[in-house]
């Protein structure tokens, strides 16, 4: 029988009682040795968690249900009032960044997770109101083997698709031919098709950048203007900015500039969570905040 790893790792990824995490680093050193980075970055971030600055694929993104803690009720679901149909969507979706290791043995209670929610994003939701001790997104278990299971799938899906165009390896060996025909098998898989854009990536500190370290300047406003147009912020927005840079007095710490500029900050972020802008809405408060401190010069 020929030893060939595509089809060692096509047994791996059917049989539902192989470890996850066996199946990707047997995929990724197929991926490493045919040469295909962005595969193998995938898979990487799959084993290890995906950091801040990169966009999660859709099936880690869905839709949690939010509830605060009552001392003396226990779990209460929130109660949105006068908040936009669109809006309650974009706040309910969180995503899922950890290492899908930790999904095969995850605690649930009664068939259900919970995922905290970050405190920059419940000050927006509440908007003043009085803060519980906790407030959390909650989801069915079933989305962590949905995860588990998808990601099997696709890559018993690329491992047949190697097969089909005779790339099968000898041992830990691929020909130059097999190489060379690789990429194909990845475009033909669809593999990466559907990644949440850091606009719906709010559940787990997915986040853009805004590279203010080289770009905005102390007291210069062009340069933080410039920042933000690069960043999808139209005109209008940036001109309400400037208005309140004119109006208020300079702030000298981190804390003041969150109070001074709440409100553009907050209206920003309901931007940014409805798709409208390049960054997170779970972390344009902080990427914002940060913005301004780098433009009044107030170590972040």
Known sequence: MINSPVLELQALARNRES???EVLLTA???AVK???KDLSEWMEY??????GDVDLPEYRSGQGIIRYWN???GWQNLQFRNVPASVITTVQTYTLSESISSMQYADSEDGMC?????PRLVELILKGQETPSEICW???ANKLKHIVTT??????????ELESQGILGMGLLFTQNEKDAAPLTVNNTNIFHGAVTNAGAIGAGNAGSIQQQNAIKAGDFNSLDLELKSHGFNEEDRKALKRIVDALPAPTTKSEVEQRFSGWIGDMTVKALKGGLSIAGGAAPNLLTNALCDYFKIPV
Do not use: A, C, H
Request: glycine share 6%.
């Open 71 to 73: 001392p003396y009720q």
């Open 19 to 21: 470890d996850i995490i």
């Open 138 to 140: 909650f989801f069915s």
């Open 28 to 30: 990724k050193m197929i």
């Open 151 to 160: 990601v099997r799938n696709k890559i018993l899906n690329w491992s047949l």
């Open 34 to 36: 045919l040469g295909l």
């Open 46 to 51: 799959e084993i290890d968690g995906y950091p």
């Open 114 to 118: 919970r995922l905290v929610i970050p």
